[in-house]
Protein backbone atom coordinates (compact mmCIF):
# COMPACT_ATOMS: atom_id res chain seq x y z
CA UNK A 1 0.00 0.00 0.00
CA UNK A 2 2.73 2.54 0.85
CA UNK A 3 4.54 1.99 -2.65
CA UNK A 4 1.42 2.84 -4.48
CA UNK A 5 0.80 5.77 -2.37
CA UNK A 6 3.78 6.86 -2.32
CA UNK A 7 4.45 6.34 -6.22
CA UNK A 8 1.19 8.36 -6.84
CA UNK A 9 2.99 11.26 -4.82
CA UNK A 10 6.02 11.24 -6.53
CA UNK A 11 4.31 11.36 -9.68
CA UNK A 12 2.00 14.10 -8.99
CA UNK A 13 5.62 16.13 -6.86
CA UNK A 14 7.53 15.52 -10.92
CA UNK A 15 4.66 16.78 -12.88
CA UNK A 16 4.77 19.92 -10.55
CA UNK A 17 8.66 20.26 -10.62
CA UNK A 18 8.47 20.09 -14.29
CA UNK A 19 5.48 22.44 -14.93
CA UNK A 20 7.49 25.37 -12.33
CA UNK A 21 10.47 24.94 -14.86
CA UNK A 22 8.37 25.39 -17.86
CA UNK A 23 7.98 21.43 -19.67
CA UNK A 24 5.78 20.24 -22.20
CA UNK A 25 3.58 17.33 -21.86
CA UNK A 26 6.62 15.21 -22.36
CA UNK A 27 8.63 16.96 -19.79
CA UNK A 28 5.61 16.31 -17.43
CA UNK A 29 5.25 12.28 -18.46
CA UNK A 30 9.30 12.13 -18.00
CA UNK A 31 9.62 14.11 -14.85
CA UNK A 32 6.14 12.59 -13.26
CA UNK A 33 7.87 8.94 -14.12
CA UNK A 34 11.12 9.52 -12.71
CA UNK A 35 9.94 10.82 -9.53
CA UNK A 36 7.23 7.89 -8.90
CA UNK A 37 10.01 5.31 -9.77
CA UNK A 38 12.26 6.88 -6.77
CA UNK A 39 9.46 7.35 -4.42
CA UNK A 40 8.02 3.80 -4.88
CA UNK A 41 11.57 2.47 -4.07
CA UNK A 42 11.57 4.53 -1.29
CA UNK A 43 7.79 3.59 0.08
CA UNK A 44 8.95 -0.01 -0.59
CA UNK A 45 11.87 0.32 1.93
CA UNK A 46 9.51 1.82 4.62
CA UNK A 47 7.24 -1.41 4.05
CA UNK A 48 10.05 -3.46 4.18
CA UNK A 49 11.15 -1.70 7.91
CA UNK A 50 7.57 -1.75 8.93
CA UNK A 51 6.72 -5.17 8.10
CA UNK A 52 9.51 -6.08 9.98
CA UNK A 53 9.24 -4.03 13.17
CA UNK A 54 5.94 -5.86 13.55
Same mark, same amino acid.
Given at each position: ??? =??? *?????? %?G $? ?12 ? =??? *?????? %?? $? ?14
Amino acid at each position: MFV =AIA *ALIGAF %IG $ALRARKAGGKALDL =AQY *AAAHGV %IF $AIIGLFVNIALIRLI
